[in-house]
């Protein structure tokens, strides 16, 4: 003998549905909630520095300056380099600018950074046709 097919029908919906609702709670979507933004504290610190900029020929001007603060004011003049000491944020990006008589050939300007307790960094820039207008980035 049979099984009538409508309780077959309705014991095999039955045993889905049984099935079915502890699959939805297990793979459904969790309710997600956007990840906390940590605040940061933007200090950037500053680092006594010793800096020296050496070159071939002396230009007949000089500008370094960083963050609209010139550098080069209280520096010491060789003939083949300047000499100064400045307070420099750890990530520094200075505009640079010389000028050399007329018909100086290219000339190079080599920048020598020395933070207190860090590793010296240096970076040379070109001039063309007697000037120089570049900005430098030193990172540390």
Do not use: C
């Amino acid at each position: 003998m049979r099984g009538s097919p409508p309780i077959q029908l309705f014991l095999v919906v039955l045993a889905l549905v049984g099935v079915a609702i502890p699959l939805l709670r297990l793979t459904g979507k969790a309710a997600i909630s956007a990840p906390m933004a940590q605040k940061e504290a933007v200090v950037e610190k500053t680092v006594p520095a010793h800096v020296r900029v050496r070159f071939v020929h002396k230009p007949e001007t000089l500008s370094m300056k960083l963050e609209g603060r010139e550098l080069v004011e209280k520096a010491v003049w060789g003939e083949q380099e300047v000499e100064f000491d400045a307070k420099l944020p750890t990530v520094a990006e200075m505009i640079v600018a010389a000028t050399w008589t007329y018909g100086a050939p290219n000339q190079a300007m080599s920048i020598e950074i020395s933070p207190d307790g860090k590793d010296m960094h240096e970076k040379t820039v070109w001039s063309s046709s007697g000037s120089l207008s570049e900005v430098v980035l030193f990172q540390w």
